[in-house]
């Protein structure tokens, strides 16, 4: 975003949205910050903060003794630090700005807002901005996991005779979508019901439940069983994918070469209802 603040102009391009996810995964809200003298004279003793309203962020500062007429610069800004405390806190979503602030001789020279959107600690921002944070919800060392794993094993063991889930070290792709296929029929033992995802007012992503709400209320939409299955998947120590389509999500294993090219997909209709899919793949 470019604006006049005269008599600056100030290119600022910045991430429009924050939450828990990013902070914790030290993802840079703010990717360039160039400042241009647009006058005729130089500008000295210059300070550049940005803060933030409600304090998601802790306030910024840089120093420069002279920006001359005409001139540009570059400022290194990756080093903003989200507030942990504060977005691990957040239970609803709230609109939220950066307040960018230039000073010259400790007067204020210069005053730009931008707009930013403040996520609950469970809410995914959907597929506009960062997608790929949807990974962060993936919890393999949650409480609740060990429970799935528990009673897949029991399963694992009546079909194989060894309830062990001991991911790849077989080296055999029929072991490995055993060890799927057993954590896929625990997670339908739960017999979750289809729910609409918790009330927000968001019109793009959506509010997630964690593993303990799920286990809690026996309630889940396809994106939570799909972290869900994602989450335990990775406890075992294989690699999960998460898929999300235009209203739908759902959890796979990638196809390995030792998996003879199929992928099994586990494809967690909704309302009350589970059905397995394996797909073939000409793809290692």
Avoid at 7 to 22: D, K, Q, S
Avoid at 48 to 54: F, M, N, R
Avoid at 236 to 265: D, E, N, Q, T
Wanted: with cysteine; hydrophobic share 40%.
């Amino acid at each position: 975003m470019i604006t006049s603040i005269s008599p600056l102009v100030a290119e600022f391009i910045y991430t429009p949205v924050v939450n828990y996810a990013i902070q914790q995964n030290r993802i840079p809200i703010v990717r360039n910050l160039v400042l241009e003298n647009t006058t005729e004279k130089d500008l000295h003793e210059l300070k550049i903060t940005l803060t933030s309203e409600p304090e998601f962020v802790y306030s910024w500062e840089h120093r420069l003794e002279t920006l001359p007429p005409n001139q540009k610069i570059e400022l290194e800004v990756k080093d903003l630090k989200l507030s942990a405390k504060f977005l691990s806190e957040l239970t609803e979503r709230l609109s939220g700005e950066l307040n960018l602030k230039v000073f010259s001789n400790n007067e204020l020279l210069a005053q730009q807002f931008y707009s930013v959107d403040v996520l609950a600690y469970d809410q995914w921002n959907g597929i506009g901005v960062l997608p790929e944070i949807l990974a962060a919800f993936v919890t393999p060392n949650h409480p609740e996991i060990a429970k799935v794993l528990q009673t897949a094993a029991t399963i694992l063991e009546r079909w194989t005779g060894n309830p062990s889930f001991d991911g790849y070290q077989s080296l055999s792709p029929d072991r490995v979508k055993k060890q799927m296929g057993a954590i896929f029929e625990a997670i339908a033992s739960l017999q979750l019901v289809y729910c609409a995802p918790p009330a927000s007012f968001e019109n793009t992503g959506q509010r997630l439940r964690t593993c303990d709400t799920i286990f809690a209320h026996k309630l889940s939409t396809c994106i939570d069983t799909a972290l869900l299955y994602a989450s335990c998947i990775e406890a075992i120590g294989l690699a999960p994918l998460l898929i999300v389509l235009k209203g739908h999500a759902f959890g796979i294993h990638p196809s390995k070469r030792i998996c003879s090219g199929m992928i099994l997909v586990a494809n967690f209709a909704r309302k009350n209802h589970a059905k397995q899919k394996i797909f073939k793949s000409d793809h290692a």
